[in-house]
């Protein structure tokens, strides 16, 4: 009995001291959404320049990598729009914090 009871308060010791990392990196901007390498246009794809944001689906709302890839396309060919073109989460591209990569195509407005 006395042994499942430690094992039980070392697991909630772990579970805490996980929880507080995921805190203080949360709060120190580590999970914020930034710029990457885009997934290489498929045969077929729209033409033009691509972008990519690297970010974690639970803490970025898709508004928000919306917006950052806009600013993205806009430093990147002036007067642009982001047109959303691919998502993946290859972990090469970007952390594990933030394992989800939005591609998109930055096409010319008209």
Do not use: H
Not at 47 to 55: H, M, T, W
């Amino acid at each position: 009995m006395r042994g499942r009871t430690r094992r039980r308060a070392a697991a909630f010791v772990l579970g805490a001291a996980v929880l507080a990392a995921a805190l203080a990196l949360a709060a120190c901007g580590a999970l914020n959404p930034y710029p990457t390498a885009p997934l290489a246009a498929p045969p077929g794809a729209a033409p033009g320049p691509r972008v990519a944001i690297c970010y974690n689906t639970l803490t970025t709302t898709l508004a928000e990598v919306q917006t950052q890839a806009q600013q993205e396309c806009t430093t990147t060919l002036g007067g642009s729009r982001a047109t959303p073109a691919d998502t993946d989460w290859y972990l090469q591209a970007c952390p594990l914090l933030l394992p989800a990569r939005a591609s998109f195509t930055c096409i010319a407005k008209k």
